[in-house]
């Protein structure tokens, strides 16, 4: 880590995406949503003194989340996703991830652009967008 740190000469580059954080009123109500819908596996996450789960989305990237006693409020927000702060998912297609939030009774709406994309919100009200890209 010291070398990456005096390194003020390297160029500047971004790799991709670490991890995004969502805060939510209660972490094990989050974790088996994200678990049950998208059918992410939980990873192993350190002690940080507040109630949290760490969850992969592939590739070395993951979802943290983190219970706080006053989440964001869930009413007032768009009803359509895209038009509020949301993180998106790269999915093969759409069309298996519509059939489980339908048959969960999950609201979802369809991207405007026609692109195979919908958007949906978690029991916290934070929005998720799934881009299919088959």
């Given at each position: 880590m010291?070398?990456?740190e005096n390194r003020i000469d390297a160029p500047p580059e971004v790799h991709g995406v670490d991890h995004v954080s969502l805060l939510v009123a209660d972490a094990a109500r989050a974790c088996a949503?994200?678990?049950e819908v998208l059918g992410l596996a939980e990873l192993p996450r350190p002690e940080l003194g507040f109630p949290g789960a760490w969850l992969s989305l592939g590739d070395g990237q993951a979802l943290h989340l983190l219970e706080l006693s006053a989440p964001d409020p869930v009413d007032g927000r768009p009803?359509?996703?895209?038009?509020?702060r949301h993180f998106a998912l790269r999915v093969t297609w759409t069309a298996p991830f519509a059939a489980r939030l339908?048959?969960?009774g999950i609201p979802f709406t369809r991207s405007r652009s026609g692109r195979d994309a919908l958007f949906f919100r978690d029991p916290d009200g934070n929005a998720v967008e799934l881009v299919g890209s088959g």
């Open positions: 010291a070398d990456a949503f994200y678990v009803e359509h996703g895209g038009r509020d339908e048959a969960r």
